[in-house]
């Protein structure tokens, strides 16, 4: 008995805690953004991957890597620099050029110091950090996240991307209080009870994050002369990202279709053997 009436007290306790205290995780809806790759039919469209990529190696890649890809991945069917006419992308020279400008650590064969040496199509593209330490030092204790899997390991995928590239963290609701290096992301799941000074029923939705704002107009110069705004960029950087953590998207909806049309033409065939080998038996 005085177990159950323990119980009873410590549940009304909690019931009794302050809305902030309990707080649910709360976030903005994410952007509504058409994506080339969406639905049964989808595909990447490669100039516009070409565009993320350039997002990514003038912007991203100072801070955030993309350990799990190859540079020769870019020259695979479906990716950003995929050209028929070199079916082994290791071959392709625009995939030997983008690796050769990386330059990959190694160990001096000689002297057996660390040394550089430019990168090859048969490499993963380096982190711009040499371990985990040195980078959440460069960024006052966040380690950013590897790109490789981002959109398929956060809800919502390049929508995510997007939401959270293009919030303006430099402008907080009056009445929150911002940490010393964080920005305010009303995209980005969590909890900020704890830091809002203002009505306590309308809590912004929303968290922190120590990145700022990364993109502005005319960061990147596209190639394709695409006008650079920071839209623009988005959506492209969160479509290539996109790619990276499923590269094989366009084969396996293609493999897929294949198995719909190979079950409907069996089940056609079962269906007409079945009318002729049973019609002229009695049921």
Known sequence: MRAVLLSLAVLATFMMRTP???AATTQASLADVHWSFEGP?????????????????????????????????LGDPGGPFWDPKYPNPNDNPVVKTIAKDYQIATIDGDTGDPAKRPGTS?????????????????????????????AKAREGGAAYIYSIVTA????????????????????????????????????????????????????VTFDDKTRSTVLQEAKDVAAFLEWASDPKMEERKQTGLSVLIFLLIFTGLLYGSYRTIWRPVGH
């Open 41 to 73: 039919f989808g595909q990447y469209d490669q100039e516009q991957l070409q565009r993320g990529y350039k997002v990514y190696r003038e912007v991203c890649s100072s801070c955030h890597s993309m350990t799990m890809v190859a540079f020769r991945n």
């Open 168 to 219: 303006d963290g430099t402008n907080p609701p009056a009445g929150l209080t911002v940490p010393p290096g964080k920005y305010y992301d009303p995209e980005l799941p969590g909890d900020v009870s704890s830091y809002w000074k203002g009505d306590p029923n309308k809590v912004p939705v929303g968290s922190f994050i120590a990145m700022p704002p990364p993109l502005a107009p005319g960061k």
């Open 20 to 22: 902030s205290a309990v």
């Open 122 to 150: 048969a490499d993963y593209f380096p982190s711009p950090y040499p371990n985990d330490v040195a980078g959440r030092a460069a960024n006052g204790g966040a380690l950013p996240p590897d790109m490789s899997l981002l």
